[in-house]
C-alpha cells in the first residue's frame, strides 16, 4: 500500500510521499561506521499525456516515465477520480483513485543504453498505459503517478469531459470495430471528438448537424454540403 499524499509543491506537479527523504529528493542512511551516507536514490519522474479515445466508453490514459530513481518502482499507473480536483489533491489516502498502468507502448526512438532498473530505459521515451472505462457525461482529472522508496510524484493533472450518451449525430449508427460506424445512408465512416470523420469514400470530411436532422459535410474540394 502507497503512504498517504503529504502536501502538494509549488509547481502544482510533484507530491512528498516519505519523511526520510531529503529536499534534494535523495533518501539517507546510516552506514556501518555511523556515518551517514547519501545514495543515488531519488523520486522517480513521470508526465502526464493526452487521454485517447479507443471506442465506446472506452478510453486510454497514457503517461511517460522519464526516470525511475535509480530503484525499483513501487506504483506506476494514474490517478483518476471524477471527484473536484481540489478533493483529489486533498484526500489523505490516494488508493481509490489509483489505475496500475496496463502495459508498455513501444517507441522504436527509445535506444538500447541507459537501462535503469528491471530493464526500464530512462531516457524519457517509454510511454505506458491503461485502458479505463469512463462513464458519459462526466468530468473527470486524471494524470501519471509514479513512486519508489524515494518518494512519488505525479505528473500535471489533466481533465476530460466525456460526451453524453446519444449526444451525437451519429450515436444511434451502427458501431463497428475499431470506432467504426455504418449509416444506411451515409456509408461507413470513423467519428473523431474533433468533429471531423474519416469516411472510407469522401476520406477527411468535417461533419455537423443542421439541427433538423440534416448534416453539413465540408470537403476539401467542394466545400460545403448539405445531406
Do not use: C
Not at 508526465?47 to 525499483?72: A, M, N, P
Amino acid at each position: 500500500m502507497l503512504p498517504a499524499l503529504a502536501q502538494q509543491t509549488q509547481d502544482g506537479n510533484r507530491f512528498e510521499q516519505n519523511s526520510e527523504a531529503n529536499s534534494n529528493g535523495k533518501t539517507l542512511s546510516d552506514a556501518p561506521n555511523g556515518n551517514t551516507t547519501q545514495p543515488n536514490l531519488f523520486r522517480p519522474l513521470a508526465q502526464t499525456l493526452s487521454i485517447k479515445h479507443q471506442e465506446g466508453r472506452t478510453y486510454r490514459l497514457k503517461g511517460k516515465l522519464l526516470d525511475d530513481g535509480g530503484s525499483k518502482l513501487i506504483f506506476l499507473g494514474f490517478i483518476l477520480s471524477d471527484k473536484p480536483l481540489r478533493e483529489i489533491l486533498a484526500t489523505s489516502d490516494p488508493s481509490e483513485f489509483l489505475v496500475p498502468m496496463s502495459s508498455w507502448e513501444p517507441d522504436a526512438s527509445v535506444p538500447l543504453g541507459r537501462i535503469g532498473q528491471e530493464g526500464i530505459p530512462l531516457d524519457g521515451f517509454m510511454r505506458f498505459y491503461a485502458d479505463v472505462q469512463l462513464e458519459p457525461g462526466k468530468l473527470y482529472y486524471y494524470w501519471a503517478f509514479v513512486a519508489n522508496v524515494a518518494g512519488n510524484t505525479s505528473g500535471s493533472p489533466k481533465k476530460l469531459k466525456t460526451p453524453s450518451e446519444g449526444g451525437h449525430w451519429w450515436s444511434k449508427d451502427n458501431l463497428l470495430a475499431g470506432g467504426w460506424r455504418n449509416s444506411v445512408w451515409l456509408g461507413t465512416f470513423r467519428p473523431h471528438s474533433s468533429g471531423w470523420i474519416y469516411h472510407t469514400k469522401l476520406g477527411w470530411t468535417y461533419a455537423h448537424p443542421d439541427g433538423n436532422s440534416g448534416l453539413w459535410l465540408w470537403l476539401k474540394n467542394e466545400g460545403w454540403l448539405w445531406t
